[in-house]
């Protein structure tokens, strides 16, 4: 029996035999299914999968013309990470014209609406000369990141002191006056940005901080989206699973807490999201064809509940792709090629 050169979700490299990478590929989608209540994936799409993860070239591709656009978080930032020096906008060229990148989004280095708050005068003539200076369509895009507004950092109790000394109450309340924090510092960049020429914001790395973090993301895009309707918001989760850090939070009459990406885009949607990412967690100890069939699955369910477009989160740890910080391409081709052939996505 042949071996199969694969890696773990920590990016180590292994080999494989046939039959254990059809068993991962099965056992990865019975996971999801079980955990989420929706359908595993065929045995069709398990072939196709095993077929993927079998090819012996190390890049992987989709068939010309069955390519889908990207979009990106905190792209310019990423530059400027890698030691290059270039400003802000000369970042964002450098992807659209060397790298080719379907969209763009201006960020600031603390990729989060609580530090963008203070400094959002500074950020906004950098937009109007990007917008004037790029093509592609271009967003402004942050973290919600609810955990900044509690102490030490923030003005709220910290509900991680609050609850192991059994103070409940005090730690929903606690998050609940964050959430009014962030709802305002979301709106208030939101705005500012796209008076500035923004085609629109990215909210990354939603709900990170749980159902409350959730809540605050929809409720700033429900009123952005009623004072500008023509705003494009772009949403991605932070993980798979909404954490009921809360427990008691509602939208629309859905309780937030425990929702799976097939039920996260559903309420995003009513919120007013126009491009709905979800995120699946890797698993560093499982192979990466146990994560993909898992995050496949969820996926594909969330695509098939979706009437917006679904741009699923691929990268440094998240859609089966290795916890690196420079995913390996055959590792990350791969969990595209059958995100996009599987999940029917429109993006990633």
Known sequence: MGKIQTRLGDGFMVEMTEAEVRQDLEDGTNDAADRASVPPLTQDELDHLYDIYASPYKVVSVERGKEVCLSYDSANTKIKR?????????????????????????AHIDYSFKPVKPIVTFEKP????????????????????????????????????LLPKGKIKE??????????????????????????????LNLDTTASAGDAEFLASLKAVEIL???????????????EFVLGMHGELYYDGVRLAGLYPHEQVKVAMKAGVDVFGPAVNIVTQESLPWNVARSATWIKACSEASDIPVHACLGMGVGGVPLNLTPPIDALSRASKAHVEICKLDGL
């Open 171 to 200: 730690a929903r309340e606690s998050q609940e006056q964050s959430m009014e924090y962030l709802i305002a510092d979301i709106v208030h960049v939101g705005e500012e940005m796209y008076k500035s020429g923004s085609d629109g």
């Open 126 to 161: 950098i937009m109007e000369q990007a917008v004037l200076l790029t093509i592609p369509p271009l967003l402004y895009g942050a973290m919600p990141n609810m955990a900044l507004y509690s102490q030490p950092d923030g003005p709220s109790p910290n509900p991680a002191d």
């Open 82 to 106: 890698a030691q290059i020096s270039t400003s802000k906008i000369q970042s964002l060229q450098v992807l659209e014209r060397a790298l080719g990148a379907d969209s763009l989004e201006l």
């Open 225 to 239: 989206k009623k004072k500008y309707p023509k705003m494009a918001i772009q949403m991605g989760m932070a993980a």
